[in-house]
């Protein structure tokens, strides 16, 4: 999903201004994360995220740090206007974001036209940087030793030590020129509010005698943390008069950003034990997100002065105890970052009372846990697919299902400690995802070596299908990296290549650096069902590629590619490419034809929405549409001679199945059979199964027909933290209407998604999955199923150090897996032989067929293996299987093969079970020696051999050699001379052998061995 790729940029963090180098302490990024600004003991630098370059920097004088505290921490303001420093002595340092639009900070220097080419912008390095100038606004001191701060639109909030309490306070009015709208609203509602944690103002705490030591709060969810001094953390929402719980269409109909903040408003209203909020009343509403058993002997232990400086100190080490919380509003889940350097995901509790059981994350290969440190920061990327977790001696990234895709702590190999760079290897302090969550910023300890350098960029591959989980994109494994993009040829390889872990079978497509450079960050990346053509789509306009003439075409006008931006997700069908876009506020699907120039005159159709579009998805020639108002369109594709156009089938409303439109990620059907041998395609709408992927919930929308012949729908949920799935609508034999989920561990098949039977709906806050028909567990990440070739193509992470490199590489590795074994041994469990002879068929033509039916084999044989020392009635059926797996490769002419080859892997302990099931070894080899098969009835002598049923004189042997001699393999016949003086040291069986076969005397005749 996420790898990082070659090697971090080291930026400089020396201010431009002359003065001492001082470490930085922490970084804040502004609204947008377009900018950022590192924050030393006494000073603070504003930067551009892309290219990365200092704008402004502010220092503070002696004077300001001895009267005011150093700095300690930074955070912006939610309008990006203002800048809030927390100090060490309690004081708020607000800091003045100007910009000048008219000014330019850098210029290149003129260059001749020849030299220019060389000198040519990256990507997002197009557009010109922006003058930002930063001043000194004020000091607001707060009383009762400040913790933590967290400004918002119309105030600032912070918690204080003594009392322990949250406060806030509304944004400062210097002169009337300040006194804008924003700060009239502060003054008019007087934000002068306190609120002293105990149990009549916060009752649903869970300990009362606490402070909040940390406030965290999510600009763009409007999600608010509290990380109380117990160790504890608290999900809170603050209910003013005017805020109300918001209705379904408010949670159908909101943006983005706002949809997912009225979830968690809706969320906390639901969970909340306390009456409803009185309109003159102002209230924190809250519930425990991560709790801890704390000892009783804490719980009696005696009062302590507050001035004591051990007051306020843990009395206990408690591992567990809260350090950091991320959450994930996209798949309503909670990370936790704790002291003892664990990681925990738990998802949002959904009934008053009842934590989830969470999941602790485990690092691979990681001997020694106590080197991890504590958890120092945690953010999940924006798609919500991944989390970065830096500790105080390393760093990881982590998938939302719980599999670690990288993670360092501390180089593998010996390095030149004194040239070597990357000391974020070694641990992190701070870091954040840059917009498109193509780079990775981290801050790493300084050094006494290397005060300078602790910024560091990480440059990463992620799938395509974060961006956009379309079925052409799952099809291949399609890589997008920050200005290329990498797609997996494997399905037009020869089946070795595919499977040979040292083939490059990966294209590199580079993205016009001209579309780049001002439309930097991808957002949408689409591949057609053949592979040939592929669709970019950045923050404006688009562009498309075709492998067959290797060529990018972009839109000549540029005016028309910077007025519309896609939002919804592009397609292939066959070579037009459909695209959701919204141009001037209006939203539009527009088809492309990649044989004509882009532009607004080569559209071929325009079909207007009244709705942006949140995912588009193409199920053979129709076309599916889910906007966010809640709502189902399916399009016919309807060619003509001179173009094609769209015609609409039908819509259905989806209020009251899904709550929040914008967090379904996939979207799909499965059309019963009749229904496409028979049936109309625009009544499809009426009778399909819908596929969903909603907030890392797999659900199946079944149809009902009410007495009104109303559609309705019943909602299924197979499973949990789904990361992605691919549906197999005509797959081989078995795998039609399959439906494959991978959560993180493992993927999960559901055979016949349209047989799965109905469930019962759970009460609230209970959940069950689905049982799958086969789980395949995986040691890397998978990216696409080759359905063909029966393998699943996946990439793992790989870093490398050298003696002779300052830096880390990294790299990803390809990795493959086959399937064929795990359905055929769902059939052969459920005894259905015929119906796995009928699957294998379809793949017996493969180099690796007679392996995968090996691997088969040896599993059952060592199942059998272990369930002999358990009851009569398992090992009875561990029999069964047995004897079904041996009639199943009867079928086969590889039957043979497949069972030496096994026994020659398994024990010998296990041969005697075997071969009761299969047959003598001598039989088998009569049979093989009989049919020519001379390779084959070599290694069954080897068997013969180990379990002593040779006959005196090695008759069987003798045979199989002169057998060799008339089909002249003479290679054969040395590994059978070498088999003969190997058993017999005296050499007498092999001079034996010898002169019955005349051999030596062939050889003198003329015949060479």
């Known amino acids: 999903m996420y790898f990082p790729t070659a090697a971090a940029r080291r930026l400089s963090s ?57 700095n300690a921490y930074a955070e912006w303001s939610p309008d990006g206007q203002r800048i809030v420093i927390q100090t060490t002595q309690s004081y708020l340092v607000l800091v003045t974001v100007e910009y000048s639009p008219n000014e330019t900070p850098y210029q290149s220097p003129p260059l001749v036209p020849s030299a220019q080419r060389h000198f040519l912008p990256g990507p997002g390095e197009g557009l010109p940087f922006q003058s930002i100038s930063l001043h000194f606004e004020g000091v607001i001191r707060i009383e009762g030793q400040l913790l933590s701060v967290s400004p918002r639109a119309n105030y600032i909030l912070f918690s204080t030590r003594n009392p322990p309490a949250i406060q806030r306070i509304p944004w400062p009015v210097l002169s009337e020129d300040d006194d804008t709208e924003q700060h009239a609203a502060s003054r008019d509602l007087k934000y002068y509010d306190t609120w002293v944690l105990n149990d009549e103002e916060l009752p649903w705490l869970v300990d009362s005698d606490v402070t909040v030591n940390k406030i965290l709060y999510s600009r763009q969810t409007g999600v608010e943390t509290w990380l109380t001094s117990d160790g ?38 639901m969970i909340s034990s306390e009456p409803s909020v009185p309109e003159a009343a102002i209230q924190w509403h809250g519930t425990c997100i991560h709790n801890i058993e704390v000892p009783k002997w804490v719980q009696k232990r005696r009062q302590v002065c507050p001035d004591d400086p051990e007051a306020y100190r843990p009395a206990y080490n408690e591992p567990r105890r809260a350090e950091v919380v991320a959450i994930n509003a996209k798949f309503s889940l909670v990370a936790t970052g704790t002291q003892g350097g664990t990681v925990e995901y738990a998802n949002l509790p959904s009934q008053e009372g009842v934590m989830p ?29 991944v989390l970065a977790v830096g500790w105080e001696h390393g760093w990881a990234i982590w998938s939302v299902g719980g599999r670690c895709l990288a993670w360092s702590f501390g ?9 070597f760079q990357d000391t974020f290897m070694y641990g992190i302090r701070d870091l954040f995802w840059a917009p498109g969550n193509f780079e990775l910023f981290v801050l790493a300890d300084s050094t006494p070596a290397t005060a300078d350098g602790q910024l560091f960029v990480l440059p990463f591959a992620k799938s395509a299908t974060t961006g956009q989980h379309a079925p052409d994109n799952t099809q291949y494994a399609f890589l997008q990296m920050d200005d290329r993009v990498l797609i997996h040829r494997g399905a037009d390889q020869p089946d070795m290549s595919v499977i040979n872990p040292e083939s490059d079978v990966w294209q590199r ?24 053509l592929i669709a970019i789509a950045g923050r404006r306009g688009l562009v498309h590629y075709s492998s067959s003439s290797g060529r990018w075409k972009l839109f000549a006008d540029e005016l028309q590619e910077q007025a519309f931006t896609v939002r919804g997700g592009l397609l292939w069908f066959h070579h037009v490419l459909i695209a959701s876009v919204e141009a001037s506020k209006s939203y539009q699907i527009r088809l492309y034809s990649r044989d004509l120039e882009l532009s607004n005159q080569n559209v071929l159709h325009r079909e207007v929405l009244t709705s942006p579009v949140v995912i588009l998805s193409l199920v053979d020639n129709s076309l599916l549409v889910y906007t966010a108002d809640n709502t189902l369109f399916h399009y016919l594709i309807i060619p003509t001679e001179d173009t094609i156009k769209l015609h609409l089938c039908g819509s259905i409303s989806f ?45 199946l929308l079944r149809p009902r027909k009410t007495r009104s ?6 909602m299924q949920i197979l499973a949990d933290r789904i990361e992605f799935c691919w549906i197999h609508l005509r797959g081989i034999g078995t795998l039609e209407n399959s439906l494959w989920g991978y959560d993180g561990q493992s993927i999960r098949v559901w055979l016949n998604a349209l047989s799965i039977e109905s469930s019962p709906q759970p009460d609230v806050g209970e959940f069950k999955d689905v049982e ?91 199942e059998d293996a272990s369930s002999s020392h358990d009851q009569d009635s398992s090992k009875d059926t561990s029999h069964d299987l047995l004897a079904r797996t041996i009639e199943f490769l009867d079928h086969f002419e590889a039957s043979l093969d497949i069972v030496v080859g096994c026994a020659r892997k398994i024990e010998m302990t296990r041969w005697p079970r075997l071969f009761d099931v299969v047959g003598s070894p001598k039989s088998l080899f009569e049979v093989c020696l009989a049919s020519g098969r001379l390779k084959t009835a070599a290694s069954y002598l080897l068997v013969l051999h180990n379990l002593e049923q040779l006959e005196d004189g090695h008759v069987d042997v003798v045979r199989l050699l002169r057998s060799a001699i008339d089909a002249r393999d003479w290679q054969l016949c040395r590994e059978l001379l070498r088999f003969l003086h190997s058993i017999d040291e005296s050499g007498a069986a092999l001079r034996n052998a010898l002169t019955e076969t005349e051999l030596i005397a062939m050889a003198n005749g003329g015949s060479a061995l």
């Open 232 to 269: 504890r953390a608290y999900l809170v929402q603050l209910y003013e008069s005017n805020d109300l719980p918001p209705s379904q269409s408010d949670l159908s109909t909101t943006g983005d950003e706002s949809a997912h903040a009225a979830r968690f408003r809706h969320h906390e209203r």
């Open 357 to 385: 059981k969470p999941q602790v994350l485990q690092i691979p290969n990681l001997y020694n846990r106590e080197k991890m440190g504590a958890v120092r920061t945690m953010e999940w990327s924006s798609d919500g697919y």
């Open 14 to 70: 020396v201010p431009p201004i002359p003065s001492s180098i001082e470490p930085v302490i922490c970084l804040a990024t502004s609204p947008r994360k377009t900018l950022f600004c590192s924050v030393t003991r006494n000073g603070l630098s504003l930067w551009r995220v892309r290219p990365s370059a200092v704008l402004a920097h502010l220092a503070r004088t002696d004077t300001s740090l001895k009267a005011h505290g150093e």
């Open 509 to 532: 497509i580079k993205i016009p650096q001209d579309y780049l450079a001002t439309n930097w960050p991808i957002r949408y990346s689409a591949v057609s069902q053949d592979g040939r």
């Open 655 to 699: 209020e009251g199945v899904v709550a929040a439109p914008t967090a379904v990620r996939v979207l799909s059907w499965l059309i019963p059979s009749a229904q496409k041998q028979l049936g109309d395609p625009t009544d499809d709408l009426s009778v399909a199964t819908v596929l969903m992927i909603v907030g890392g919930k797999l659900v």
């Open 709 to 714: 012949a109303e559609v309705k729908y019943d």
């Open 772 to 862: 799958e028909n086969v789980k395949i567990a995986l040691d890397f990440y998978p990216l696409s199923v080759l359905m063909d070739k029966g393998i699943i193509i996946g990439v793992e992470h790989e870093a490398a150090t050298r003696m002779s490199l300052p830096f880390v590489m990294f790299r990803h590795v390809t990795s493959s897996h086959l399937f064929i074994h795990h359905i055929l041994a769902f059939h052969l469990e459920n005894e259905q032989i015929i119906q796995a002879v009928s699957f294998a068929s379809h793949y017996q033509h493969l180099v690796y067929f007679a392996h995968a039916l090996e691997i088969l084999l040896h599993s059952v044989v060592e």
């Open 411 to 419: 180089v593998e190999y010996e390095v030149d400690e004194e040239r």
